[in-house]
């Protein structure tokens, strides 16, 4: 609890507030304002987490979010926690703490000082590059049992979580003119420019305050103000300003085509106790018209022995915690570089009164300035001086330094130190540019690839493209700004901001630094997260793998969360050296979305549970629900499935359900069904072309059956089809393939027959359809129909009428069947559907009638042979197939899929065919899929000649009976087949596919 | 309230979907709703017997009084009509009346009319935060700048279809099938 490592002052955390937070169920104190790990440090843990392959020891190295050793599991208290509702692998430098936050380490068991998994490091030389490829080959057998489990086990970071997300997640589309990603000196100074000129912007950056490098450079000003209240008075005009969005806490993570980009905002994570109104995190999927990426540079580390050991850090994340935070990481702290940026970091320590061990320097003779500054501080300065490796496990203790000369590197004593700042110069971060397909450019001066020409409308500004001193990134920043706001449509000028301070900086380093070490005893890590070494980099290349993006895979290197915004560098010019090309010849791998990882939560947004899909329900649902009904899933729709009574299962209330029907009366929920109307004077010549039906000489008032083929001559769709009037049709087609068939037609419409007056409008939401089945159908509805005529003459099967039930409500009357019943379906709207539905059922229930569900249905009309597209069709059925050539208009010049019906595969002989099949038992119901052979126990490998499409157990047959689609078989009518099983052969009869009422006389009743 | 006369919020219990100070989302009372489609030609008969002439610039609306005609589709317009009383029944007869006096105005033009009053269903979002709620769900540019008053356009809220109408600088009018409302309810009342 005591803050050890805090200043007395400064900094931007509000002292004022203290906030209580538990890292491995340890109580910690930091204050508000604190990253996890900046308050971490305040309390001088640096150890906080287990390495990958090896479980090394491992500390916060940065203070953003390349931070590859800081991951922790993080939930908003201890006792979510112990649930399993953390969220695991973030990054300690990004997680702000709140009063009850509760992290915790990852990767080591039984706790992180003490880890088993440590072994690893000690077995290293056998965990080399290339270390799976190698191992898991053979034997083949054990891939399944040894190998795929121990990899699974060993794999990934942290525990994913246990329980459903409970928090929400929200989504918000928008536009802008100007994009800036990134609210550093560039990227205010782009957004102010293009907010003056006019442009709607939006400026986001993934810290929780804007102001990037400003908010930790110690005595700049800009325009005369403080660094920090320049920021200050910046992000107050922008907020001001209508059409400027302020973003917070977001990550860019993801640059699309067409200039669509991805944030990921985090909207609760810092709250004790948010509102619970407010989702944890948003999605912003944003159309830019112009991007300015402000991404900065990251700081490269130094390839040296031990540098991955606890207490080693970036030398600028040491600038941020002491200058930013208030904290600074040890108590004699010591500096390896080689670039000037470091030797500020140690400035601003050693002025706020701390001890800087050492200043080692790679370069020979650094600036004089900086020297003689560090002079007039009493630091130690050593040129040509290299950090030849760390003593000290899980914390450094003394830092090992080596002079360099021409004929190698000679050891140069030891320094006592609890912290080393390294820095090896600044890598520009290209990754947005990378993701917008932006190639870069090699520039061997600044050992950088630099952001070459755009391929999107995007620029970058600042130091993500090499500009290096805080003035000049400012000018750059505005010059962007305003470019991107004029190429946007708005004119302006490129505000002039003057600064002083952040001066820019000389040197860098690239590779491994050289030492005197053993080299077979020791390691230096070029990938912290991922465990590689610049060893394993020098193997790969020996082991043939020659193109960055095969080192990248065998080695793993630059895989990691940060996808080597760290290592990419230092792995190339290790890479380069050793296969003796220059880096641009060895390529570099490519920078992919998301930029830092993303939750689930916001990928789906509010995509999840009920409203994951629309869930569709007919105005009939509630009744049926009450009525204690099943339901089942068809498209997006919930049907009716069955409907129990006191006690039965599906199979007796399906049987109940089918007797009623056919012995008195149903009552069934069609509602679901497609319609489409089809209005306009060549209406009859569309519907001619489209379905294999003819339909001139449809009378008006009649229905007939449509089949709609798709252009390679299968069967698509099906459905009854009313003629209204001599221009306009009543279209009904399934109801999974609704959405399809208007598409269809419409797409036929539009590029092929645009000759055609006709016109589609979906009509499926304007009749809801209630289908009454039965002997009794007609006695049922005939009370409530106002002014139709039901007697059998005047209204025969496949007939249609308008009129109204009900004393005026609207109606269309179809007399029609699925069942084999004579039947009805009333077509009514919608918003009165339950009350004239209610009416009918209480006909039904006089008449000792029910209401059947979707099963019920599927048998009946198995029972007459009727198919259903999708069960006995698969997209390979032609209506021949089906024995439904009857629905050919033999004398149409053409329909779509006509021609198709003649290819020779199409008539050729022993195609399958729909038959019915009954078990020579009487008792079994077979299994639908199961394949149909001719003999009971058919030798391994011998071809089915079909399969069983439908099965059901008819009450009507009084046994079970099946549809199956089989070859040649209708000529197989009276043969015994056979359905293989597991536990034997089912021997079964081929007969023709009806089981009730073959000649139809039940339809006319 | 909306700026408009055609649109009333409904009476029914459930109306209001949404009620914060800054947005309100109601569900309408119902319409008579026609879909018509066709040519100029017929356009313009069809609309001197509507009552509201059928807009032929893209995504434009006109709105008169009781009725406006709403431009989908270079040959697609759907027609709105109040039958004056604000009640929850659906105006079948207004739309029936309406249906007839279209066709006998447009005689044996080719065109296509449909009553579609049962299969649309309404809601007025309303509040200055009504174009954000709603771009939770639609990726449209809805600043006044790229969507002014009065535009219209048939557009995606999600995974549903949807019409979109501005019928006033802080209000909008949502169509969407009868059985996709649910739906665009639960996305709004979450957003």
């Known amino acids: 609890m005591t803050q050890q490592n805090r200043t007395s002052e400064g900094g931007r955390i509000d002292r004022g507030t203290p906030v209580t937070f ?48 800081a991951l922790v599991g993080v939930a908003r208290s201890r006792a979510k926690h112990a649930s399993g509702e953390a969220t695991p692998n973030l990054r300690a430098t990004q997680v702000e703490i709140h009063d009850g936050l509760a992290a915790e380490s990852q990767n080591r068991w039984p ?23 190698k191992t ?8 399944n049992r040894v190998y795929e489990p121990f990899i699974r086990a060993a794999a990934g970071l942290g525990k994913a979580p246990t329980k459903p997300d409970t928090d929400t997640y929200a989504n918000t589309y928008a536009h802008c003119d100007v994009l800036v990603a990134g609210g550093g000196p560039a990227g205010l100074a782009a957004a102010l420019a293009a907010a003056r000129s006019g442009a709607r912007v939006i400026l986001a950056d993934e810290q929780a305050e804007f102001g990037g490098s400003l908010l930790h450079e110690r005595g700049a000003e800009i325009d005369g103000k403080p660094a920090a209240d320049w920021v200050t008075d910046a992000i107050g005009e922008l907020g001001d300003n209508p059409r400027v969005t302020l973003l917070s806490r977001t990550t860019v993570f993801g640059y699309f085509n067409q200039n669509f980009l991805a944030l990921a905002e985090r909207v609760t994570d810092h709250l004790a106790e948010p509102d619970p109104a407010l989702p944890r995190e948003r999605m912003w999927q944003v159309r830019a018209k112009e991007v300015v990426l402000a991404t900065g540079a990251i700081e490269r580390p130094l390839v040296f022995p031990e540098n991955d050991r606890p207490g080693v850090m970036m030398a600028e994340a040491g600038r941020i915690y002491a200058n930013r935070y208030g904290v600074v990481p040890g108590k004699a702290i010591a500096v390896a570089t080689a670039c000037d940026s470091a030797w500020r970091a140690a400035f601003d320590i050693a002025e706020a009164g701390d001890t800087i061990a050492v200043i080692a320097d790679l370069r020979a003779e650094p600036p004089a300035a900086l020297v003689e500054r560090a002079e007039a501080l009493g630091i130690r300065v050593e040129p040509s001086c290299a950090v030849t490796g760390v003593i000290g496990k899980t914390r450094v203790t003394r830092v090992l330094l080596g002079r360099m000369s021409d004929t190698g590197v000679v050891p140069a004593g030891e320094v006592e130190a609890d912290c080393l700042l390294m820095s090896g110069g600044w890598t520009p971060n290209v990754s947005l540019h990378s993701q917008a397909r932006g190639k870069l450019d090699w520039q061997p001066h600044m050992g950088a690839f630099l952001p070459g020409d755009p391929v999107q409308a995007q620029r970058s500004a600042g130091s993500c493209r090499g500009v290096d001193g805080l003035a000049e990134v400012l000018a750059d920043g505005a010059r962007a700004g305003v470019a991107a706001a004029t190429a946007a449509g708005h004119t302006g000028e490129a505000p002039v901001f003057t600064a002083t301070g952040g001066d820019a900086g000389s040197g860098w380093w690239l590779g491994a630094v050289p030492h005197d070490r053993d080299a077979s005893r020791v390691r230096a890590f070029v990938d912290f997260q991922n465990d590689v070494t610049a060893k394993d980099v020098k193997l790969a290349v020996r082991e043939g793998m020659h193109s960055i993006e095969h080192i990248k895979r065998y080695t793993t290197t630059g895989m990691a969360t940060d996808q080597g915004r760290l290592s990419n560098m230092n792995a190339l010019s290790i890479a380069s050296g050793a296969l003796g090309n220059e880096i641009p010849q060895v390529g570099l791998t490519t920078f992919r979305q998301p930029y830092t990882p993303v939750t689930f939560g916001t990928l789906a947004t509010t995509s999840r549970g009920d409203l994951f899909d629309p869930l569709r329900k007919t105005p009939i649902h509630d009744w049926a629900a009450e009525q204690g009904a099943a339901f089942e899933d068809v498209g997006l729709w919930k049907r009716a499935w069955y409907f129990p009574r006191g006690g039965e299962d599906m199979h007796d209330a399906v049987a109940r359900e089918c007797r009623t029907v056919r012995e008195s009366v149903g009552l069934f929920d069609a509602t679901t069904l497609g319609k489409i109307e089809i209005v306009g004077p060549d209406a009859a010549e569309f519907l001619n072309r489209i379905y294999t039906n003819p339909w001139t000489k449809l009378g008006v008032g009649k229905l007939r059956y449509g089949l709609m083929l798709n252009e390679a001559g299968f069967i698509m769709d099906d459905g009854v089809v009313g003629r209204l009037a001599d221009d306009r049709f009543h279209v009904t087609t399934t109801t999974g393939g609704a959405p399809r068939v208007l598409a269809h037609m419409e797409d036929y419409l539009q590029t092929e027959w645009s000759d055609l007056n006709v016109w589609l409008t979906s009509t499926t939401e304007q009749w809801a359809v209630i289908a009454v089945q039965g002997p009794k159908a007609r006695e049922a509805i005939a009370p409530l129909v106002d002014d139709i005529d039901l007697s059998g003459d005047a209204f025969p099967h496949m007939s249609l009428r308008e009129g109204h039930v009900m004393g005026g409500v609207p109606c269309r009357l179809f007399r029609m069947s699925f069942t084999g019943e004579a039947g009805y379906e009333i077509n009514v709207p919608p918003s009165r559907a339950r009350a004239v539905w209610e009416a009918v059922w209480a006909n039904v229930e006089k008449l000792g009638g029910c209401a059947y569900g979707t099963e019920a249905m599927h048998v009946l009309r198995a029972e007459k042979g009727y198919i259903i597209v999708g069960q006995e069709t698969d997209g390979t059925v032609t209506p021949d197939d089906v024995g439904m050539s009857w629905a050919i208009g033999k004398k149409k010049p053409d329909f779509v899929g006509k021609r198709s019906l003649a290819r020779p595969d199409l008539v050729a002989e022993g195609r399958k065919q729909m038959v019915g099949l009954l078990t020579k038992d009487g008792k079994t119901l077979l299994e639908e899929g199961a394949q149909v052979t001719v003999e009971r126990s058919p030798a391994r490998g011998t071809s089915a ?15 079970p009976i099946a549809l199956a689609m089989i070859a040649g078989g209708r000529d197989r009518i009276g043969e015994t087949l056979h359905v293989p099983m597991p536990n034997g052969g089912i021997a079964v009869e081929v007969v023709q596919p009806v089981f009730v009422d073959p000649e139809g006389s039940r339809l006319n009743a | 309230m909306p700026d408009t006369a055609l649109y009333a919020p409904a009476t029914t219990q459930g109306a209001s979907v949404v009620s914060r100070p800054d947005v309100t989302v109601t569900r309408a009372a119902p319409l008579a709703r026609l879909a018509f489609r066709g040519d100029a030609t017929a356009a313009g008969k069809a609309g001197a017997a509507f009552g509201a002439s059928l807009p032929m610039a893209p995504l434009a609306a006109n709105p008169v009084g009781q009725r406006a005609a709403l431009w989908l589709g270079p040959d697609e317009w759907l027609l709105l009509a109040a039958s004056g009383t604000v009640g929850e029944e659906v105006p079948w007869a207004l739309a029936r009346t309406l249906c007839d006096e279209i066709a006998t105005a447009v005689g044996t033009h080719p065109h296509a009319l449909v009553d579609v009053s049962e299969r649309n269903v309404a809601l007025i979002v309303s509040g200055p935060r009504a174009a954000a709620l709603l771009n939770t769900q639609v990726f449209l540019d809805l600043d006044e700048g790229a969507f002014p008053v009065g535009q219209v356009t048939r557009t995606l809220f999600t995974k549903a279809e949807i019409v979109l109408w501005r019928t006033g600088p802080d209000t909008f009018v949502v169509e969407c099938w009868r059985s996709f409302a649910p739906y665009v309810e639960g996305l709004l009342a979450n957003g």
Not at chain 1, 945 to 959: D, E, F, K, M
């Open chain 1, 22 to 69: 538990t890292f491995d169920g340890k109580r910690y104190q930091g204050f508000a304002g604190d990253t996890l790990a900046s308050a971490l440090l305040a309390n001088d843990v640096h150890l906080v987490g287990r390495s990958f392959k090896y479980h090394r020891p491992r500390g916060i190295v940065t203070a953003g979010s390349e931070e590859p050793n």
């Open chain 1, 111 to 133: 706790s992180l000082a003490f880890d088993i998994g440590a072994v690893n490091d000690k077995l290293s030389p056998l965990f080399v590059a290339g270390f799976y490829y």
């Open chain 1, 136 to 143: 898991f080959m053979w034997p083949k057998r054990f891939w």
């Open chain 1, 945 to 959: 000649l079909g399969h069983v499409t439908s099965s059901y157990q008819s009450p009507a047959a009084g046994r």
